[in-house]
């Protein structure tokens, strides 16, 4: 899709751009040394359990899902959802014997909401800090949309000892800002006008984007499901604001082009071609020829949302490339 053509399409929703209760937040007094990651799990490994928790250095509660057993799968979320948006891909494979975990990212979901912290750095460093803390060796990293640039960024500076392979689903890699060297990237004007739509009424936002590109709806002959969209609002409006609206300019703006040259475990790269918020010309067919042991799989027809829209060919993609 050209971008005129999203463009156009993300102004008729009346918004220009792009694309769950919190825990409170955990403060470290002044004059204190942070402590080291500690968990709050009681009993271990229970997925659903609201103690499920990691505290980072700077006083950051993570919440996380850990489902099932075996080897690790560790997923990273988008934007401005939360693990919540990993269910059915975790479900499947955790019943198929796969650990499967999943962890809010700072901001979001249920974890706390800091002032500051909200840059791709330190979501790569809270993701190692849940890999340590965890345990977690030979791990699968699967990063849809935001959450690919996390998995690229973790790569990037704390290598792959702990992985065996790695995902990127709908990911923003290797950048999505329009630039001189990024010709068919999406301009800033697309994301100021999310900045706009989320300072003047962030949950019509959140709704127009469910409603509109991020699963297809606004395609003729599509049959918009009330679910996906109220899921996507309410995993949106979980998030705090300051973290969600700090969140644009870190998916938009971060280059993320030297952290996959830095991959070197097995990649499976999934996009759909009919991606109106992450283009597929200026993200996965980019990232395909960026990372060293690629294999890119393109859905036909597909949207940006597509582990809900296309979860069962997903589901059996990341299986199949599991199992290889």
């Not at 250095?57 to 990993?86: C, E, I, M, Q």
Request: charged share 20%; aromatic share 8%.
């Amino acid at each position: 899709m050209s971008t005129v053509n999203l463009r156009r399409n993300l102004l008729l929703m009346g918004v220009t751009g792009l694309a769950a209760a919190c825990a409170p937040k955990l403060t470290t007094p002044p004059g204190t040394a942070p402590s080291a990651p500690t968990t709050t799990t009681d009993p271990p490994r229970q997925g659903n359990k609201m103690t499920n928790t990691i505290v980072t250095k700077d006083g950051t509660s993570l919440y996380y899902k850990d489902w099932g057993s075996g080897k690790p799968v560790v997923f990273s979320h988008g934007w401005p959802l939360s693990s919540d948006s990993w269910e059915a891909q975790m479900l499947f494979l955790a019943e198929r014997g796969y650990r499967c975990i999943a962890h809010d990212r700072r901001g979001h979901g249920r974890s706390s909401q800091p002032w500051h912290g909200n840059d791709m750095n330190t979501y790569a460093d809270d993701l190692a800090t849940v890999l340590e803390t965890l345990g977690v060796e030979g791990a699968t990293l699967v990063g849809f949309s935001t959450g690919g640039g996390e998995v690229a960024r973790y790569i990037g500076r704390h290598g792959t000892k702990r992985l065996a392979k790695a995902a990127l689903i709908s990911a923003i890699p290797p950048l999505m800002l329009k630039t001189a060297s990024n010709p068919n990237g999406t301009p800033m004007e697309v994301f100021d006008g999310l900045r706009a739509g989320s300072i003047a009424d962030r949950s019509k936002l959140y709704r127009d984007l469910a409603s509109g590109p991020f699963f297809g709806f606004n395609r003729p002959g599509a049959k918009p499901s009330q679910g996906m969209i109220d899921s996507f609002w309410l995993q949106g409006m979980q998030a705090g604001h300051k973290n969600t609206y700090d969140c644009i300019k870190v998916f938009s703006e971060t280059d993320l082009t030297e952290d996959l040259k830095k991959f070197d475990v097995p990649t499976l790269v999934v996009h759909g071609d009919d991606d109106q918020i992450v283009p597929i010309a200026a993200s996965a067919q980019l990232s395909a020829k960026l990372v060293k042991n690629a294999t890119l799989k393109v859905y036909k027809g597909a949207p940006h949302g597509l582990a809900d829209t296309h979860k069962s060919q997903l589901n059996e993609d990341l299986l199949a490339f599991l199992r290889a």
